[in-house]
């Protein structure tokens, strides 16, 4: 089993930055690929980024390439969203997620997920 406990969520005005961070536990969660989905109110789960282990990384569209930024401590079983310039249309609840295969994570399924952290951004 794996446990995925996302922080730095929060309320930022448009333009700002803000940095979630998820710390993974558990079972060789160290080779697992982790990354990141959102959800906005009566909207579709959205793929937003993910990493593996060597630091090979993908991103759901590339709009979030240009403004996200997905990285990881292996040392601390943690991956980290950097997230600058931000929108209102950002608002969502992201949420981490891990497995072993980055292909079944871009695939929106992977097998573990967290409980997720808000971003509310301000016009």
């Known amino acids: 089993q794996v446990h995925l406990v996302e922080s730095g969520g929060g309320l930022v005005q448009a333009g700002g930055s803000l940095r979630l961070s998820c710390a993974a536990s558990?079972?060789?969660?160290?080779?697992?690929?982790m990354g990141w989905f959102r959800q906005a109110p009566g909207k579709e789960r959205e793929f937003v980024a993910a990493?593996?282990?060597?630091?090979?990384?993908?991103y759901g569209t590339h709009y979030m390439k240009g403004r996200f930024t997905i990285s990881r401590d292996n040392a601390l079983n943690t991956v980290y969203l950097q997230m600058n310039s931000l929108k209102p249309e950002d608002t969502a609840d992201y949420v981490c997620?891990?497995?072993?295969?980055?292909?079944?994570?871009?695939?929106?399924?992977?097998?573990?997920w967290g409980r997720g952290t808000q971003v509310t951004v301000s016009s």
């Open positions: 997620a891990a497995d072993p295969r980055l292909s079944i994570m871009s695939a929106g399924r992977p097998t573990y």
């Open positions: 990493i593996t282990k060597n630091d090979i990384s993908i």
């Open positions: 558990g079972r060789t969660t160290s080779s697992h690929a």
